[in-house]
């Protein structure tokens, strides 16, 4: 499937709908410069629904959460969707009938996954167990990388959010023919060099009772061995949610990592298609329900550097709320890949990336790095 962004990512001199400033190729999807994005919502906001219409439309997923008033609410996440019988919830899981509801994303998922080498490139590999040995003899089979182990990595294939620059994208695919595994699948791939399981997507949250009862079930069956639970996640989860991942990662040795994707509620949205205040009223959550186990630490913190949108005030934005709940939270800054709608825009800068990295550290936050800096133009 060919990914383009909107008719002005083909212009050769795309302009900025309200200002007419001339845009660049990746805020060309977006059709609006991200200073307007920013300081002018209420103005950016129809351009900006139409781009995130057209993004779900593509692949037959809801364009807004369902509001059937007859519907079966949905409680997993904080868009609450009321989907009716035919109709499905906003991360394209459920329908709004019991078996639907009862079963999808419970009893079977949408999902794929491999088998990833330790050491892997993963969010928190400079501070986790098996990415370091922190926490040996107790969590990581040794003092240092764990070289001959693998991380079970389970792609969870839906989403409630709806990013223009997704790095995973083409899980949408599975929403146009979606095709089901039950957990017994999943389980029977934990073997004993396994010593982690990390969930990832799409994002775990649509599919979380899923991955929850995988989870517990497989830990329940290898009692005596270091099994790790890891989670990659938006955030945007019922905080009772929230807390079953929390608690499955400080009891196994994993972690929480949650990607904050923007400061600015209004860049967020255009990013992403909704606000963030939840967002960060749950990261807080996670905060504290994870500061009983510091070494290795349950919780991580990371943002896209998206050039022209997520620049070092945005960074210093997120860096400050983090720094205020506990300045030792590990915060990666990730080097920006261009995927999906924006496909053809450049990576991020050697030189953003660096002026993003002391904007956190002057934020108060002890431990900060840069992902993925392969990518650094």
């Given at each position: 499937?060919?990914?383009?962004?909107?008719?002005?990512?083909?212009?050769?001199?795309?302009?900025?709908?309200?200002?007419?400033?001339?845009?660049?190729?990746?805020?060309?999807?977006?059709?609006?410069?991200?200073?307007?994005?920013?300081?002018?919502?209420?103005?950016?906001?129809?351009?900006?629904?139409?781009?995130?219409?057209?993004?779900?439309?593509?692949?037959?997923?809801?364009?807004?959460?369902?509001?059937?008033?007859?519907?079966?609410?949905?409680?997993?996440?904080?868009?609450?969707?009321?989907?009716?019988?035919?109709?499905?919830?906003?991360?394209?899981?459920?329908?709004?009938?019991?078996?639907?509801?009862?079963?999808?994303?419970?009893?079977?998922?949408?999902?794929?996954?491999?088998?990833?080498?330790?050491?892997?490139?993963?969010?928190?590999?400079?501070?986790?167990?098996?990415?370091?040995?922190?926490?040996?003899?107790?969590?990581?089979?040794?003092?240092?990388?764990?070289?001959?182990?693998?991380?079970?990595?389970?792609?969870?294939?839906?989403?409630?959010?709806?990013?223009?620059?997704?790095?995973?994208?083409?899980?949408?695919?599975?929403?146009?023919?979606?095709?089901?595994?039950?957990?017994?699948?999943?389980?029977?791939?934990?073997?004993?060099?396994?010593?982690?399981?990390?969930?990832?997507?799409?994002?775990?949250?649509?599919?979380?009772?899923?991955?929850?009862?995988?989870?517990?079930a497989v830990r329940k069956k290898h009692?005596?061995?270091?099994?790790?639970?890891?989670?990659?996640?938006?955030?945007?989860?019922?905080?009772?949610?929230?807390?079953?991942?929390v608690r499955l990662a400080v009891k196994?040795?994993?972690?929480?990592?949650?990607?904050?994707?923007?400061?600015?509620?209004?860049?967020?949205?255009?990013?992403?298609?909704?606000?963030?205040?939840?967002?960060?009223?749950?990261?807080?959550?996670?905060?504290?329900?994870?500061?009983?186990?510091?070494?290795?630490?349950?919780?991580?913190?990371?943002?896209?550097?998206?050039?022209?949108?997520?620049?070092?005030?945005?960074?210093?934005?997120?860096?400050?709320?983090?720094?205020?709940?506990?300045?030792?939270?590990?915060?990666?800054?990730?080097?920006?890949?261009?995927?999906?709608?924006?496909?053809?825009?450049?990576?991020?800068?050697?030189?953003?990336?660096?002026?993003?990295?002391?904007?956190?550290?002057?934020?108060?936050?002890?431990?900060?790095?840069?992902?993925?800096?392969?990518?650094?133009?």
């Amino acid at each position: 499937m060919l990914i383009r962004g909107t008719s002005l990512s083909d212009a050769k001199e795309a302009r900025c709908l309200l200002c007419g400033e001339i845009l660049d190729e990746i805020a060309r999807c977006v059709g609006i410069c991200p200073s307007c994005v920013k300081n002018r919502p209420e103005e950016s906001r129809a351009q900006i629904d139409r781009v995130h219409v057209k993004a779900r439309e593509m692949f037959g997923l809801p364009t807004r959460p369902a509001a059937n008033p007859e519907g079966i609410e949905c409680k997993l996440c904080f868009h609450r969707c009321r989907p009716g019988s035919s109709q499905k919830g906003y991360c394209g899981v459920r329908r709004g009938c019991e078996s639907s509801m009862r079963n999808d994303g419970k009893s079977r998922a949408l999902v794929s996954f491999y088998h990833d080498p330790l050491p892997t490139n993963c969010v928190a590999d400079w501070v986790c167990a098996g990415g370091t040995g922190e926490g040996y003899p107790h969590f990581a089979n040794d003092c240092g990388p764990e070289v001959g182990f693998y991380n079970l990595a389970v792609s969870l294939d839906a989403c409630n959010f709806d990013c223009l620059f997704c790095q995973n994208w083409s899980f949408k695919k599975s929403h146009l023919a979606p095709k089901w595994t039950d957990r017994r699948t999943l389980e029977a791939e934990v073997d004993e060099r396994t010593s982690c399981i990390s969930f990832f997507g799409g994002d775990p949250g649509p599919q979380l009772p899923y991955a929850v009862r995988l989870s517990q079930a497989v830990r329940k069956k290898h009692p005596d061995r270091i099994l790790r639970i890891c989670w990659e996640t938006n955030g945007a989860v019922h905080p009772s949610g929230l807390r079953a991942m929390v608690r499955l990662a400080v009891k196994s040795g994993g972690c929480v990592k949650m990607d904050l994707k923007a400061w600015s509620p209004s860049i967020h949205r255009a990013l992403c298609g909704c606000d963030n205040a939840k967002i960060l009223e749950n990261f807080a959550r996670a905060a504290q329900w994870s500061s009983e186990r510091l070494t290795p630490p349950a919780l991580v913190a990371s943002t896209p550097l998206i050039p022209g949108f997520i620049d070092e005030d945005e960074i210093y934005g997120l860096a400050s709320f983090i720094a205020r709940i506990n300045p030792g939270i590990p915060y990666a800054l990730l080097a920006f890949a261009p995927q999906f709608l924006m496909h053809g825009s450049r990576t991020t800068s050697a030189a953003q990336a660096r002026a993003c990295l002391e904007a956190a550290k002057s934020a108060g936050l002890k431990r900060v790095c840069i992902g993925n800096e392969h990518l650094l133009s």
